[in-house]
């Protein structure tokens, strides 16, 4: 049966449901069930006026309310946002959008052509190649990268700026804390869980690095838990990554910490590759040294969650067993 407490059933039952939601003097807020990319899933709730703020700011931010089309699980947060943007811009609504993930917008190459009709294409939910951004753009295609969580109702930062009355601060420590209308009311039965969540201030922290670049636009560097200790080393997966995705061969790649009774945690490399590339290979292409794999995992895919996220969970099993 399909339901907002939490959120399920297909597109066009949850659009029904939303269209009641939305019209409803006083409703209950509807809870989305997250991905568990890292073992952890949550569900997370989510008030009807946090979602308005969150898809009143994302119209204003595109140029004006439009129609969405759906290409996403209607179940998890990017897909219920565009069901109720849809909801909330109304039927006369004449721009048109989109919104992917980067492994969509990669295997829709094909077609991007096609994209360059929309008003905007938003791509969000992992980091997207600038190589890809920039083939796609020259076809004509009008990305607008996304970055935000099912805490915030989906994209709270388009292109590195904060949406109208959201607010990003960086720490010290370079991690990323959110504040503004668009933030969930916490963890369903998760007391606990909801106030660990939250800063003494009320700002979400959100496990993510990042910086301001010199344009003033944030930067995400990736996740707190991507920082991988290694024989006492601080190695910053996304860096290694990006190093090893430097190789002509490589079509995707997933650098993770895996537990090791000898380095504490091994750092290991998931690499799609075209040809078969050995340990000695990927090391070499890493600098320094000391960041370098440890062990290489060859896959013919990535293995991905509904949500089009990397299954992280998966892959430490399949270094693990390896």
Known sequence: MSSLWPVSGDADEIAALLRDWEAAPDPEPLVIETSGSTGQPKRVVLSR??????????????????????????????????????????????????????TQLVRMREEWAS??????????????????????????????????????????????????????????????????PVLFDGYQGEPDRTAAAFTADGWLITHDLGHWAEDGRLRIDGRV???????????????????????????????????????????????????????????????PRSWAPRQVVRLPELPRLANGKTDRVLLRKLAADE
Not at 66 to 95: H, M
């Open 49 to 102: 006026a946090a979602l308005r703020a969150s898809a009143d700011a994302t119209h204003a931010r595109l140029g004006g309310p439009g129609q969405w089309v759906l290409n996403l699980p209607p179940t998890y947060v990017a897909g219920v946002q565009v069901l109720f943007r849809s909801i909330r811009a109304g039927e006369r609504a004449e721009r048109r959008y989109l919104s992917l993930v980067p």
């Open 115 to 180: 994209l360059a009709s929309y008003d905007a294409v938003l791509v969000g939910g992992g980091p997207l190649d600038p190589a890809v951004r920039a083939e796609a753009e020259s076809m004509g295609v009008p990305v607008v990268q996304t970055y935000g969580m099912s805490e915030t109702c989906g994209g709270c930062v388009y292109d590195g700026v904060p949406l109208d009355g959201v607010e990003v601060r960086i720490e010290p420590d370079g991690q990323v804390l959110v504040r503004g």
């Open 225 to 287: 838990d991507d920082v991988i200790i290694t024989g006492g080393l601080k190695v910053p997966a996304r860096a290694v990554a990006d190093a090893v995705a430097g190789h002509p061969d490589v079509e995707a790649v997933e650098v993770l910490g895996v537990p090791d009774v000898e380095w504490g945690e091994r750092v290991v490399a998931f690499v799609v590759s075209r040809e078969p590339l050995v340990l000695e290979q990927v090391r070499d292409l890493v600098a």
